[in-house]
């Protein structure tokens, strides 16, 4: 095709377009998230697939005496009694089988190189899924292990700085950070520029995050929305603080990274290489203090703020 520009006849863009390289990016995924709960995590390689949890049997049994000079058989005698039937966590898989027809990666593998590509975007699917089930899996997620003790209702439906504070009552040894859908966290910012006290950010892996009274709201999509409502989470994270930590099983065979393995499978005969990739993760919290959930908080952008006077 060609063009005239001023009475000048020449070559037409799209003509020319057909003799040049169009630059291609790799394919994006829009549902990869930054999944910043697997990074904040402590991650314990577990053998043979199965964690025991020991707890202590009725702590306040054990006696000690802060006293001077006192005769042996004064002094009290005690002992720690473990839990006989303490909890065990076992591995669980995220997995799937990826196929790939051998006449795509043969011919079609320039400038990107298909089973590699069709590997990422499979294990950051495969990953995003992690984070959910390290939130909402029925048996070890952080929602289904909050004990009664430890869960809290909003004084007003909105998320207020009273609502966090009385979580971090319940997690007052060491937090490390909340967890709650990037919009609880917006609506818990509304709630304290109104109120004067915008939270102060602070920098994570090269983010800005938002504090309350020094720990950061860390988003995840894959905490729970419905009707409108949704859940923040405050946690205390690593076995020696005797808080949350993740579980992998090391060494797999065909290991890509900690707990995930990639294997050929091979080639059938309709020229399909199939790859069976895996994932195998749990969660345990390690004593019932280390989280605690603030249920059923508004996060309507809209609210009747009246209420909220009776409260300042």
Same mark, same amino acid.
């Given at each position: 095709m060609t063009a005239t520009v001023g009475g000048t006849t020449a070559l037409g863009d799209n003509a020319a377009r057909q003799l040049a390289n169009a630059t291609k990016t790799a394919p994006q995924l829009a549902t990869i998230t930054p999944r910043w709960l697997t990074h904040l995590l402590q991650w314990v390689p577990v053998e043979a697939g199965i964690y025991r949890v020991n707890q202590v049997q009725n702590p306040e049994d054990i006696k000690v005496t802060c006293t001077a000079k006192q005769h042996e058989n004064q002094l009290p005698r005690t002992y720690v009694d473990y839990d006989a039937k303490p909890r065990e966590y076992f591995l669980n898989a995220v997995s799937t089988v990826l196929d790939v027809h051998t006449r795509i990666s043969d011919l079609y593998s320039s400038p990107h190189d298909q089973i590699k590509e069709q590997l990422r975007l499979t294990i950051e699917t495969i990953k995003e899924n992690q984070e959910s089930e390290l939130i909402n899996n029925p048996d070890y997620g952080l929602l289904s292990q909050v004990s009664d003790e430890q869960r809290i209702f909003p004084l007003t439906g909105a998320p207020t700085p009273d609502d966090l504070d009385e979580l971090l009552t319940k997690v007052w040894k060491e937090p490390a950070f909340f967890l709650a859908h990037? !919009?609880?966290?917006?609506?818990?910012? #509304?709630?304290?520029? /109104? #109120?004067?006290? &915008? &939270? &102060?950010?602070?920098? !994570?892996? =090269?983010s800005q995050f938002i504090t309350w009274r020094g720990v950061p709201l860390i988003p995840s999509d894959k905490v729970p929305v419905a009707d409108g409502k949704s859940k923040i989470l405050l946690l205390r994270v690593g076995d /020696? #603080?005797?808080?949350?930590? =993740? !579980?992998?099983? &090391?060494? !797999?065979p065909g290991e890509q990274s900690p707990g995930l393995s990639v294997r050929f499978m091979g080639i059938n005969n309709h020229a399909i290489a199939s790859y069976l990739i895996s994932l195998y993760c749990s969660l345990a919290v390690l004593t019932p203090d280390a989280v605690a959930v603030l249920d059923d908080v508004e996060i309507n952008k809209y609210h009747d703020y009246s209420v909220l006077d009776t409260y300042k």
């Open positions: 990037p !919009l609880t966290i917006a609506a818990f910012g #509304r709630e304290a520029t /109104r #109120r004067g006290t &915008p &939270p &102060p950010t602070v920098s !994570l892996f =090269g /020696r #603080r005797q808080g949350v930590v =993740g !579980l992998f099983q &090391p060494g !797999l």
